[in-house]
């Protein structure tokens, strides 16, 4: 069956920077776009990113230059490099398979945390 395993949260200054990694198994990984969410406390859970499966991506307005999403087809991995990081990016980040912009996918990762605090 359709693994995703997220790997990378923790916890940063306001400022800081953080590389989080989805690995992807049971699924042929290049055929599929790919998807960073995110939840805060409190809030419904929001699209971050995407990347299609031939490399084109997007952004929520919150998140645009400062966050990159990137994937390996090689290593079935899509990354999401997260710099100057805020407090407000503070939320539980779950890697998703199949995302389009207006809909998540079928396939989600048990999400890692990400706290952003001095």
């Known amino acids: 069956q359709v693994q995703l395993v997220e790997s990378g949260g923790g916890l940063v200054q306001p400022g800081g920077s953080l590389r989080l990694s989805c690995a992807a198994s049971g699924m042929i990984f290049k055929s599929n776009n790919m998807g960073w969410y995110r939840q805060a406390p409190g809030k419904q859970r929001e699209l971050v990113s995407i990347?299609?499966?031939?490399?084109?991506?997007n952004y929520a307005d919150s998140v645009k230059g400062r966050f990159t999403i990137s994937r390996d087809n090689a290593k079935n991995t899509v990354y999401l490099q997260m710099n100057n990081l805020k407090p407000e990016d503070t939320a539980v980040y779950y890697c998703?398979?199949?995302?389009?912009?207006?809909?998540?996918?079928?396939?989600w990762g048990q999400g890692t945390q990400v706290t952003v605090s001095s």
């Open positions: 990347i299609t499966r031939i490399g084109s991506t």
């Open positions: 998703n398979a199949g995302a389009t912009l207006v809909a998540a996918g079928p396939y």
